[in-house]
């Protein structure tokens, strides 16, 4: 009141000449504080039990977990369950690289090591030289853009990979070049 609204005039006029007030447009309303706005009115209780998750086939999916384990243990062996064997490589950037992890794939230039070492430590017995083509075929992961700037994760990367390959058994694909299996 007393902003000299046009209405305030308007009404003071109608009433002065005898005028109908009802031709008059109503007051706008008044809004006393600018900054109080309703606080909301939460309903969250309608339905509410078809919002819950519940996780009562927590145990059942554990074992189905692990029954699907041992049976890709079966199905793939004797390949190793965990997949391809993988280098260890330092982690990039100032913050991780103390942190030692597994990389994508060996150098080409770790595999070429570990195949002069295995020729030579095999002295006469014929070896598959490790190339791209057969550590891939073994379970070795292979990476080509990877490049070796330590020689300490070089030959700790070599020594993982004569490991392997010590233990290796690798099976002919033909019948004919397998071992006849003795009867005990």
Known sequence: PG??????????VCVCV????????????LRWCVTTTRSPSAHFH???QRQVKTWFNQP???????????EKAARIFP???KGPLR????APTLKYNTKVRFGRGFTLEELKAASISLQAASA????????????QSVGIA????????SGETLQANVRRLKKYVDRLIVFPNKKSEQPALREV
């Open 3 to 12: 902003h000299g609204h046009s209405w305030e005039r308007c009404v003071l």
């Open 18 to 29: 005898s005028v109908c007030i009802k031709t008059l447009p109503p007051p706008p309303r």
């Open 46 to 48: 309608k339905d509410w």
């Open 60 to 70: 059942a999916k554990k074992a189905a977990r692990r029954l699907a384990r041992k």
């Open 79 to 81: 390949r190793p369950v």
């Open 87 to 90: 280098p260890l490589v330092h």
């Open 124 to 135: 006469g017995v014929q070896t598959h030289p490790l190339t791209t083509r057969f550590a």
């Open 142 to 149: 292979v990476d080509h853009r990877r490049k070796n700037r």
